[in-house]
């Protein structure tokens, strides 16, 4: 099979294992929330977010490295991994450690300062796949992490089964959690040593390589933390465990929709990072404008779709105990859809190793979001919290467009935006037209759905938004030095 094959079949396969995965978190969550009710999602909700804060810092911008880094054609690819599996599980070590002792000093429950705890194991094993993840990214094999994935997702929903059956209460579902990753991570080992002998390595000249990369990914992580979590953690300190639930599980959505943009960014980076180090500044361009592109096309008909039908999936997803979520997804969409844009700008700024210029950006944007968590959440609760994240990603879109606009010296073409946008607002129109409450089952939810999806896509084939060869330029086939070189290795 020849290289151009292999990387469609690994973007098929990834793709495929995506939905798969989600679908089966979508099922996890549905009888969690149920079983919890709101007062303990929000205290699961809680859990997560804290942890969280601890597990995004010892990334270090080690995950965004390491492709980086094995996308180069010169790099020792064993000891490269070994550095950066040594360096990762001492930060995983140092900052998850940090995690259930702070919580200590917080005025949070029991179960909260437990869960924190247990969860800190969970998010080690994470931490390490990561890493191990690379090793597969590189061979285009991603079959192998995709059943790892899928296979620790079976175990976590068989576990909140069994856990809700008999009512086994909230710390079990954490450490459900804590075996749902060690499957992950076993799986993703036992498949890595068929290429790889992973082992601990230190070496001096290869670490400052390491962080001279990653230290400016690290700082703008820790100021991205500042506006992605800080509103459910502030919520969780002065808001009652209901509230927070109820954010949660409007948020929970998000977080399954923006893996979308993030996936697809991880299979562009290695093409727009060659293109760029080998001066192919057209085919940068060229791939760079129809990645924008599909991630508008993916953005806008979510934005205006879930206008109609919000309640409709909270209650069908979380439990009617959750309805009150509705108006929350449908502000927080709106985040979700400029994710999906800003991702494509700020792996451009990756691609082409200028992280350190946008750290002003996000210093910027965490103070002024955290100001606006201050100010409006005790006011207004989590709709105070939606409307300030929609600020913040707002303004990390458009400092990460100026940026890699600024640097690349690209012309963008908005032709396909503007034929998008029409397509939703058709799509929208259709919806409009169905009956009051049509969504309001499961068989009309799935209805209005197929309905949506025909109308936009038909719009856009009209319009002539998309093209086969508008996916064509997503596969490096013409790139026949990178291609040389990857298939050598």
């Not at 270090?60 to 180069?72: A, E, K, N, P």
């Not at 979590?229 to 808001?239: P, V």
């Not at 180090?277 to 934005?303: E, G, H, Y």
């Not at 210029?357 to 944007?365: E, H, L, S, V, W």
């Amino acid at each position: 099979m020849n290289l151009s094959k292999k990387v469609a079949q690994n973007t098929f396969i990834q793709i495929i294992g995506k939905i798969i995965s989600t679908i089966l978190g979508l099922l996890a969550l549905a009888i969690m929330t149920r079983y919890l009710g709101i007062v303990g999602f929000g205290e699961y909700t809680t859990v997560i977010t804290f942890i969280s804060f601890f597990a995004i810092i010892a990334d270090l911008g080690l995950t965004l490295v390491t492709v980086q880094m094995i996308s180069d054609p010169t790099a020792d690819e064993g000891k490269t991994l070994n550095n950066l599996l040594t360096l990762r599980l001492l930060s995983a070590f140092i900052f998850l450690g940090l995690g259930p002792i702070i919580v200590l000093l917080f005025p949070y429950g029991q179960n909260i300062k437990a869960g924190v705890l247990i969860t800190a194991i969970s998010f080690l094993f994470v931490a390490l796949n990561q890493i191990m993840t690379g090793i597969f990214q590189k061979r285009l094999i991603m079959n192998k992490s995709v059943w790892a994935e899928i296979i620790s997702r079976v175990a976590l929903l068989l576990g909140i089964i069994l856990i809700a059956y008999f009512k086994l209460g909230l710390m079990a579902i954490f450490w459900a959690s804590v075996l749902s990753s060690a499957i992950s991570f076993g799986i993703q080992l036992y498949f890595s040593r068929q290429f790889i002998s992973l082992k601990l390595e230190y070496d001096k000249a290869i670490w400052k390589v390491i962080i001279k990369k990653s230290w400016p990914l690290a700082i703008t992580i820790a100021f991205n933390l500042i506006y992605l979590k800080a509103d459910t953690l502030i919520l969780s300190l002065i808001k009652s465990p209901a509230e927070v639930g109820i954010y949660g599980s409007a948020y929970k959505i998000i977080d399954v929709l923006v893996t979308i943009p993030f996936m697809f960014a991880g299979v562009v980076l290695p093409i727009l990072t060659t293109d760029w180090l080998q001066k192919n500044t057209d085919r940068f361009q060229k791939v760079w404008q129809r990645s924008l592109d599909f991630m508008i096309i993916m953005a806008l008909p979510l934005i205006v779709g879930t206008q109609f039908i919000a309640k409709d999936i909270m209650m069908l997803v979380a439990g009617p105990e959750f309805a009150a979520a509705g108006p929350i997804l449908q502000i927080l969409i709106l985040a979700a859809a400029l994710i999906f844009i800003g991702c494509i700008f700020s792996h451009i700024i990756i691609a082409i190793d200028k992280q350190k210029k946008i750290i002003g950006a996000y210093i910027f944007t965490s103070i002024t979001a955290l100001a606006g968590y201050l100010i409006f959440i005790p006011k207004y609760s989590y709709l105070g919290a939606a409307w300030t994240t929609i600020y913040s990603e707002l303004a990390i879109l458009l400092f990460a467009a100026y940026y890699a606009k600024k640097y690349t010296a690209t012309k963008l073409n908005t032709k396909v935006a503007w034929k998008a946008l029409f397509s939703a607002i058709i799509m929208g129109g259709a919806l409009y037209l169905l009956p009051a409450n049509f969504s309001a089952n499961k068989l009309g939810l799935l209805i209005t759905i197929i309905i949506a999806t025909i109308v936009y896509v038909s719009a856009l084939l009209i319009f002539k938004a998309i093209s086969r060869e508008d996916l064509k330029l997503l596969l490096p086939k013409n790139n026949k030095p990178n291609l040389t070189v990857l298939e050598n290795k």
